[in-house]
């Protein structure tokens, strides 16, 4: 029996604004491109060391790491206030992706700096990240001891005290804890009162408090700090949204059109929010708008290809997906979109690209992949239109007994089970799914399906 849904990989959802906790804890680096000035910008303010700094990143980039280390280690001798050469080292293994040396590199440090609240505060970023919150939270409040007594170096101690809020905030906005996280925000803010995210994360733990006038205000402040942060509205529209508040979130919405009616990005995602509504003319005609302002945009390209599956208007959901899929041909809710729309096709030519697609997807996302269920669940849906009911089946058999189906994935599974005659173990599947409101790509076809069986 299914027990558990993921999101469906067509249709976008609209993520609520807590997802940025896991980005912005207290500035761990990783998967970016490391330069002297990210490994020591927050340490001094000169660039003398700079020069040896980059040969060291050169020699890491070349393999070299025993002579970047020793470049590293001549640094720290000759300034003190520069980083321990250890936390450079984690800095350059995250850019990488390499987190099994860099915590070595942070264990370490700890055994020969012990008085350096860095590596503490670095440890605590990857244990939030690991979703590791009690973790997190006894690091940092390691880094926040070690931190009182620091002297070496004042640009440092005020980023350390910066880092800790941050990350305590993070762990009591995880735990729910919104009057502690609000007093670590207040401090981080006095700190650094033009920090952008810093606004952005008080807005959300004071709608939380019950104080909407001044999230939105928080919201305000934010975007005239980052331009490129979100809309104050759609970020009230997506919390009342997080809450079950309908009306007011799309009075939030219209709102933020009417305010930023030039901003794609804005429109874009007003039309995925009515598309999560199955208001599927507003959501059209939205992101049609989005894109006559931003043609080339890929995203924009998705969302209306989506739009257009839902409407089952293939031929339209065709052509933006196709788009997509040529603009970037490694964007996989690009290519998956597009092997499900063309399925749908009576041509032979375009069932067997939609096969070679979808087969090419699945072996390209393995295990280890994010997108291995949905890959898979295309898959199976490609094999089940072309007549391989028994491949369809062994696949969907196994997603279901690791409790990973998509909420597309079982509608799949319910039409073979109704081709089979076992009606009432689909219908018991198609309530349940129907049972929750969340807006899917085949949530029309489910909903005939069952009408179909309890009808029969």
């Not at 940025?20 to 001094?44: C, E, P, R, Y």
């Amino acid at each position: 029996m299914v027990t558990r849904f993921a999101t469906s990989s067509v249709v976008l959802k609209f993520c609520s604004v807590l997802v940025m906790l896991s980005a912005v804890v207290s500035g761990t680096v990783a998967h970016a491109q490391v330069t002297a000035q990210t490994l020591i910008g927050k340490a001094v303010s000169d660039d003398a060391a700079n020069t040896e700094v980059t040969g060291a990143i050169n020699r890491f980039r070349d393999r070299d790491i025993d002579g970047c280390r020793a470049i590293l280690e001549r640094v720290k001798s000759n300034n003190v206030k520069m980083p321990p050469p250890g936390v450079m080292m984690a800095m350059l293994w995250l850019s990488v992706n390499q987190l099994p040396p860099a915590r070595t590199e942070l264990e370490d440090t700890v055994v020969k700096f012990p008085k350096d609240p860095e590596p503490y505060l670095m440890m605590g970023d990857l244990a939030f990240q690991d979703r590791r919150v009690t973790d997190a939270d006894v690091l940092f409040a390691k880094a926040k001891q070690l931190t009182a007594d620091y002297t070496e170096n004042a640009k440092r101690k005020r980023d350390f005290d910066i880092r800790y809020n941050a990350g305590s905030a993070a762990v009591a906005e995880a735990r729910k804890q919104w009057e502690t996280a609000q007093t670590h925000l207040t401090e981080w803010l006095t700190l650094d009162p033009d920090n952008a995210s810093a606004h952005q994360r008080m807005g959300i733990v004071l709608f939380q408090l019950a104080d909407p006038k001044k999230a939105l205000e928080q919201f305000s402040e934010a975007k005239k700090l980052d331009p490129k942060a979100v809309q104050p509205e759609l970020a009230m529209a997506r919390l009342y949204d997080d809450a079950k508040k309908k009306d007011i979130a799309k009075k939030l919405i219209e709102a933020a059109i009417v305010a930023a009616p030039k901003d794609p990005a804005v429109l874009l995602a007003a039309a995925q929010w009515y598309l999560g509504q199955n208001d599927l003319d507003r959501a059209k005609a939205i992101a049609d708008d989005s894109i006559k302002l931003d043609g080339k945009s890929l995203e924009g390209k998705v969302v209306r290809g989506a739009i257009a599956r839902v409407s089952r208007d293939y031929v339209t959901a065709e052509k933006f997906f196709n788009e997509a899929h040529v603009q970037s041909p490694g964007n996989f809710p690009a290519s998956n979109s597009l092997a499900l729309v063309l399925i749908e096709s009576e041509s032979k030519e375009m069932q067997q690209r939609a096969l070679e697609m979808a087969e090419a997807n699945a072996a390209m996302h393995g295990e280890k992949s994010s997108q291995q269920v949905n890959a898979l669940t295309t898959l199976a849906w490609v094999y089940y239109k072309l007549g391989r009911r028994e491949d369809a089946e062994k696949i969907l058999s196994q997603i279901t007994q690791n409790n990973a189906l998509t909420t597309d994935g079982a509608y799949y599974v319910s039409k073979l089970l109704s081709d089979r005659g076992e009606k009432d173990r689909a219908k018991k599947i198609l309530e349940e799914v129907l049972s929750n409101e969340a807006m899917f790509a085949t949530r029309a076809d489910a909903t005939e399906l069952l009408a179909k069986l309890k009808k029969d």
